[in-house]
């Protein structure tokens, strides 16, 4: 099946610091998500991108449509302890017949030290 | 409005039985989507329903897995014969069209002892 390369895999920071994570595919997308998955809960979406070179912001975090339509990246400004879980990306594949289905990386896991 | 609501929270099933995962969507969602999660893993897609019908199953195992989205109630994910390796978090999303931004519920976490 299609793959989502994510990367890091974690990520140990300390409060106040910036965060920057990547997802990357040999397949063109033509949608990328970010979403926040914290213990014992489902995915909550952060941003959502559907242009190739869109940047768009949520407080502080921003995100970015690569231009080859083939990555995407997230960045977390000023980190704080709540910032604390799993980021995934999710992408959709181009193609007609499934605009529904979701294609998800292995995530990075922040951990944010006081 | 009530958010995507999946019950039980947690499932522990002896091997061999069956489990059945409960999902209600969001309140004037008719589109429902089951994905599965393995330990440190992204989540999969399985299956993608619409009120009665279920418009996309390529995710999900041909054998002992099924799914419905019945006119009335919550949609329902059903694992005959359970597995060890059907041990996993299981997420139900649902969206008002069969549009990418669902909203995922809290999962079930299914343990096949």
């Known amino acids: 099946g299609q793959q989502l390369n994510q990367s890091p895999q974690s990520m140990f920071i300390q409060e106040g610091e910036d965060v920057s994570m990547n997802c990357t595919s040999s397949?063109?997308?033509?949608?990328w998500l970010w979403y926040k998955q914290e213990p014992g809960e489902g995915p909550v979406l952060l941003i959502a991108?559907?242009?190739?070179?869109e940047l768009t912001s949520n407080g502080r975090l921003t995100a970015q449509f690569g231009i080859t339509r083939k990555d995407s990246f997230l960045n977390i400004s000023a980190s704080i302890p709540s910032d604390v879980g799993i980021y995934f990306c999710?992408?959709?594949?181009?193609?007609?017949?499934?605009?529904?289905?979701?294609?998800f990386g292995k995530g990075t896991l922040l951990t944010v030290n006081p | 409005n009530a958010g995507v609501m999946q019950n039980p929270r947690h499932l522990v099933r002896r091997r061999g039985q069956e489990a059945r995962l409960r999902c209600s969507p969001m309140?004037?969602?008719?589109?429902v989507y089951w994905y599965r999660q393995l330990p440190e893993e992204g989540l999969k897609f399985m299956v993608y329903?619409?009120?009665?019908?279920?418009?996309?199953e390529s995710g999900m195992p041909k054998e002992r897995f099924s799914a419905e989205f019945p006119k009335e109630g919550p949609s329902i994910l059903r694992i005959q014969q359970v597995v060890r390796g059907d041990s996993a978090a299981y997420f139900c999303?649902?969206?008002?069209?069969?549009?990418?931004?669902?909203?995922f519920g809290q999962g079930t976490r299914l343990t096949v002892v």
């Open positions: 999303a649902s969206s008002p069209l069969p549009i990418r931004e669902a909203f």
């Open positions: 397949s063109i997308f033509n949608t």
């Open positions: 991108l559907y242009k190739a070179g």
């Open positions: 999710a992408g959709q594949l181009e193609g007609g017949g499934s605009n529904y289905k979701l294609t």
């Open positions: 309140k004037g969602h008719s589109h």
């Open positions: 329903l619409q009120k009665e019908n279920i418009i996309d």
